[in-house]
């Protein structure tokens, strides 16, 4: 990998680059290397400075035209990755189900791959989440599926009593194309309502004859999207929007929201992240602020559950940073506002239609 940056890059650049990250790791071995994040921030840092015909960044792009590049790139951002405790959940298709979920773990419980009941074919995948904690007994763990539109289904992979999914009635009441997540702090699965004012949470120790979900207001303290759409009406309105729950690891909250804007290349109607907005939220007395600094923490988005990390836990990661999977692939500074969107052509953004994942920070 090293030689392939030296020779899409400057050399002079490069060797510095390199030779200073060489203190602590080897560089770019592979696309499984120990430090994937360390090739992303090289490629954000250098591509500023010097680039080329094949790499370089132009008006809020980072542009990957090497094809083997570009695949690095990919891959280190859509690895498979496990939680804290061990747990995780991959997609798999089988002779059975287009869309077969399997439970898999390297816990103290020892290596554990169980399929789970199969789902519709004909049922798109939001994204999964886990009760994932240690305090958590095996047969009590809770894996849910929120679908693209409003709809979310509950399995027990463990439980002696579980025969299949549960599928819960929302009414409407979850935002169609935001995230699923689970508090380890409040126990229970988050997420918001289509308007974005309302906390949608379902309590973990459920009734599985009668799961009900509940609602609670969210008070944006300052009021900060009245005074956004009173200032920048123009810029934001015909932009679509998702909203994502995140919990840290000391256990605050986070509610980001994700603007994405439609592009034309070549007749064909391309999605591209436009920005985010970051809002401190107390889940608890449902209080919302705006922040433009999340300390030394890194957020992460895809079709998994969105999570938030040190960005000490691995070399490489910027602090105060959305890392974000999916339709597009990319790097937004929340400080300074600034979105960099991964392309492998002018207007093609780099992305992936599976289902995308973070590779986990290696102290997480």
Request: aromatic share 10%; hydrophobic share 35%.
């Amino acid at each position: 990998m090293s030689q392939l940056i030296n020779r899409l890059l400057k050399p002079s650049v490069c060797k510095n680059v390199i030779r200073s990250h060489n203190k602590n790791v080897r560089m770019f071995s592979s696309s499984k290397s120990t430090y994937p994040y360390v090739l992303i921030d090289h490629l954000l840092k250098t591509t500023k400075h010097c680039s080329n015909d094949q790499v370089y960044y132009a008006d809020k792009k980072l542009v990957i035209k090497d094809q083997g590049l570009a695949e690095e790139v990919r891959e280190m951002m859509t690895v498979g990755f496990s939680h804290k405790d061990g747990w995780r959940v991959h997609l798999e298709k089988s002779e059975y189900s287009s869309k077969s979920l399997m439970v898999v773990s390297n816990t103290s419980f020892g290596p554990v791959k169980h399929h789970l009941p199969p789902l519709s074919s004909s049922c798109r995948i939001q994204n999964v989440a886990i009760s994932n904690s240690v305090d958590i007994k095996k047969e009590d763990l809770v894996v849910a599926v929120k679908f693209v539109g409003s709809d979310v289904s509950l399995c027990k992979p463990f439980s002696d009593s579980s025969s299949g999914w549960i599928n819960i009635n929302t009414s409407g009441s979850v935002h169609p194309f935001s995230s699923l997540t689970y508090s380890k702090k409040n126990k229970k699965f988050l997420s918001v309502s289509p308007s974005g004012k309302y906390l949608w949470y379902l309590d973990l120790h459920f009734d599985e004859d009668n799961v009900q979900p509940n609602l609670s207001y969210l008070l944006f303290k300052e009021d900060p999207l009245q005074k956004l759409y009173k200032t920048d009406l123009e810029d934001y309105i015909w932009r679509s929007r998702t909203d994502h729950l995140v919990e840290s690891p000391s256990g605050e909250h986070f509610l980001v929201k994700w603007f994405c804007e439609e592009d034309r290349d070549d007749e064909k109607i391309i999605q591209k992240t436009h920005g985010f907005m970051v809002f401190r939220a107390d889940t608890i007395c449902g209080e919302l602020i705006n922040t433009q600094d999340i300390g030394n923490l890194c957020i992460f988005l895809g079709h998994g559950e969105a999570f938030c990390v040190p960005a000490s836990s691995s070399p490489g990661l910027i602090p105060n940073s959305i890392y974000y999977v999916g339709c597009n692939f990319g790097v937004h500074d929340i400080a300074t506002n600034t979105t960099t969107n991964f392309y492998t052509k002018d207007k093609v953004p780099l992305r992936s239609t599976e289902f995308p994942y973070w590779p986990l920070p290696l102290s997480y």
